[in-house]
Nanobody
Framework: QVQLVESGGGLVQAGGSLRLSCAGS????????MGWFRQAPGKEREFVAR????????GYADPVKGRFSISRDNAKNTVYLQMNSLKPEDTAVYYC?????????????????WGQGTQVTVSS
């Protein structure tokens, strides 16, 4: 089982940027497709972005396309989420996720490796 720890969340004004990091331990993250999900109060956890083990493919939820970018550095066992042009509706707890299958990274129910989450708050 891989352990995941997110960092980089915080409070930012609308239009600003944040970069989230997810550091893995216990296993090498290159064994996994990686992703980011988010959960706002009273809402279900939703898919944000995903990346294959070798960075060959990435995918994004429609609300974040063109604004967010996922990347990984397997040598550092770390995955990143660059978030630009942030909007108040991006406010949520952001979770890092690891899965054996890139295809499974769309639904939270298909993922069984989660970080503890990091809060992102975007003020208007």
């Amino acid at each position: 089982q891989v352990q995941l720890v997110e960092s980089g969340g915080g409070l930012v004004q609308a239009g600003g940027s944040l970069r989230l990091s997810c550091a893995g331990s216990g296993r090498t993250l290159s064994d996994y497709a990686m992703g980011w999900f988010r959960q706002a109060p009273g809402k279900e956890r939703e898919f944000v972005a995903r990346i294959t083990w070798n960075s060959a493919y990435t995918g994004y939820a429609d609300p974040v396309k063109g604004r967010f970018s996922i990347s990984r550095d397997n040598a550092k066992n770390t995955v990143y989420l660059q978030m630009n042009s942030l909007k108040p509706e991006d406010t949520a707890v952001y979770y890092c996720a690891a899965a054996r299958s890139y295809g499974n990274m769309i639904r939270a129910g298909n993922v069984n490796n989660w970080g503890q989450g990091t809060q992102v708050t975007v003020s208007s």
